[in-house]
């Protein structure tokens, strides 16, 4: 399981370019409906262009019905069939497993980005605002601060500069607020 | 820092090495729910928490239903399903798990304990149950090969029907009343089923199989309630697979094209459904 995304690996200066390189978001609506093959999340989708390539880019967005938690991701085919970069609100740390770097060091908690490094290895980080309290909570709360945190962190907008955002299909989806899903009614004996 | 190993005292090694691992466990406070994110990881390189609520003088400690929600993102392996399910149960049996289930249906593992003396080791019990189970999950059980092969063409024929049917056809279903048997793909056109069945495999030991189970599937579906209004029952046959040796499995294939109501399409020849669904 520890592997290694060799696509990446093989192709790492394309993987930075798709990250860093000006890319364009045609809709401003995302719309998350409720996915047909898991009715406790939510899902939308939108295509990406990038500014200099004909690449398929796909930007998804996921959303638990669970606990509000929320995962947004970059998919290129054209590169590897596993998302290339994401952010996860919430959920498990991800350990960079690596001896260079100290133990302690190698927790990262969610909120986090995900990504490769050059040998083809997932890593998890934090920007310097996923490492501010205030910043963190806010983006963890509320889907479109994550959104437009994604897309200030991969070069995503809209030909007017505008960020994308994340609307609901149905009045009744609840977007924005995080309730406190705990144990969701479990019994405990 | 580069130390100077000759003079390096071994007791201060251990100092530093449990120094590093109490420093790895952390937490977050969620409402009235303590998560322990644990110095225990995961082979997909995740580590584990455990959520401690208390409750009624007693202390309860779950995973929070991550394993079952599949918050660890592990793969899902269709046919390491029921060794999977042995090792959950041989874990909950050594470390005398609990489960119940919310009101989404997710299953929660957990313990409980009556006194904080005792919940170190009740969290310890918790993370290596859930470092056992996700671990479980992660480890390629069968044929690495031929789950690449059943996987790729599943993808490529559940796309290939996504385009030409869009949201009247369903994935990896059952009908109604059998639960047990999922169809690859249902397609929904009024009240006319069209049920779907994906044959593959890296091996003929592996194909025939698939043969076999499509038989079978097909054969009780005939018994469905629903039969009057399945229209067709269709198999998709992946003939570019390795597995794929007609003179071999001729038998097979004749048995085959008797339980489906149109003869097998070979994948070379997909459009061919569009024939059948239209």
């Known amino acids: 399981m520890k592997g290694y995304n060799k696509e990446i690996r093989d192709h790492y200066d394309f993987f930075l370019d798709l990250i860093s390189e000006k890319k364009i978001v045609k809709s401003k609506q995302i719309i998350l409906e409720i996915k047909n093959n898991n009715r406790n999340w939510y899902f939308g989708s939108t295509e990406v262009n990038h500014i200099k390539k004909e690449v398929p880019i796909s930007l998804l967005i996921e959303q638990s019905k669970r606990d509000n938690k929320y995962g947004i991701k970059l998919r290129c085919s054209t590169l590897t069939c596993e998302p290339f970069f994401r952010f996860d609100s919430d959920g498990p740390a991800h350990r960079n497993d690596d001896p260079s770097i100290p133990l302690d060091k190698q927790s990262i908690t969610t909120p986090h980005f995900n990504h490769f490094n050059a040998q083809g290895k997932s890593i998890a980080y934090k920007t310097s605002q996923l490492l501010n309290e205030n910043d963190s909570d806010a983006i963890v709360n509320d889907i479109n601060i994550g959104l437009s945190h994604f897309c200030f962190e991969t070069n995503i907008s809209m030909y007017n500069n505008d960020l994308p955002e994340v609307v609901e299909r149905s009045p009744e989806l609840p977007i924005p607020v995080c309730i406190s899903a705990f144990f969701n009614g479990a019994k405990f004996e | ?278």
């Open chain 2, 1 to 278: 820092m580069v130390l100077n190993l000759n003079n390096m005292d071994l007791i201060e090694l251990f100092t530093r090495i449990k120094k590093s691992f109490c420093e790895l466990t952390t937490y977050k406070l969620r409402d009235d729910v303590l998560e322990v994110i644990t110095a225990f990881s995961t082979l997909n390189n995740k580590f584990v928490s455990v959520f401690i609520k208390i409750d009624s003088q007693r202390i309860i400690v779950t995973d929070n239903g991550w394993i079952d929600s599949n918050a660890y993102e592990t793969p899902i392996y269709d046919v390491s399903e029921e060794i999977v399910k042995r090792v959950i149960s041989s874990y909950s049996f050594s470390y005398a798990i609990k489960n119940t289930v919310d009101n989404s249906g997710i299953t929660y593992y957990y313990k409980t304990c009556d006194t904080i003396e005792s919940l170190p080791s009740i969290v310890f019990d918790v993370a290596n149950f859930i470092v056992g189970s996700v671990n479980s999950f992660c480890i390629h059980f069968k044929d690495e090969k031929e789950e690449k092969e059943r996987e790729t063409f599943r993808k490529e024929a559940s796309n290939f029907l996504n385009m030409q049917y869009h949201d009247n056809v369903r994935f990896k279903i059952p009908l109604d009343d059998f639960i047990n048997i999922k169809f690859n793909a249902i397609v929904n056109k009024g009240s006319n089923l069209f049920l779907i069945s994906f044959v593959t495999g890296s091996t003929p030991y592996y194909f025939e199989n698939d043969l076999r189970k499509t038989i079978v599937n097909f054969e009780i579906a005939d018994k469905s309630k629903y039969r009057n209004n399945i229209k067709e029952m269709i198999s998709i046959i992946n003939n570019t697979s390795e597995g794929y040796q007609p003179e071999k499995s001729s038998s097979i294939l004749s048995l085959l094209s008797e339980k489906t109501t149109k003869p097998p399409i070979n994948w070379t020849n997909k459009k061919t459904i569009l024939e059948y669904i239209n």
